[in-house]
């Protein structure tokens, strides 16, 4: 099992900034790919930005240029920094983490956060 502890979520004015962490720990050897998603009231949830084991890294169109994940892999940590922020980015953002055992593969999810942008 994989357990997905979130932080840094709150309340910006519209042009600020965030940055979400996201803890993994317990069974982490296997996991293939780490990412952020966000459900807005109402709506399905939506990936955000994702980062493979590799360090590639994918990106929601409505996001780039102003977000970037990263990792720590010393802290077992991903990382969410948000700049720029709009109120249609307000969400509830969750941590993912993907993990492959014996070719059967698993998602794992955090609590969620939440992020509120004023306008």
């Known amino acids: 099992q994989v357990q997905l502890v979130e932080s840094g979520g709150g309340l910006v004015q519209a042009g600020g900034s965030l940055r979400l962490s996201c803890a993994a720990s317990?069974?982490?050897?296997?996991?293939?790919?780490m990412g952020w998603y966000r459900q807005a009231p109402g709506k399905q949830r939506e990936l955000v930005a994702a980062?493979?084991?590799?360090?590639?890294?994918n990106y929601a169109d409505s996001v780039k240029g102003r977000f970037t994940i990263s990792r720590d892999n010393a802290k077992n940590t991903v990382y969410l920094q948000m700049n720029s922020l709009k109120p249609e980015d307000t969400a509830v953002y969750y941590c993912n983490a993907e993990r492959t055992v014996s070719g059967i593969r698993g998602y794992y999810w955090g609590q969620g956060t939440q992020v509120t942008v004023s306008s």
């Open positions: 317990g069974s982490i050897f296997s996991i293939n790919a």
């Open positions: 980062i493979t084991s590799g360090g590639s890294t």
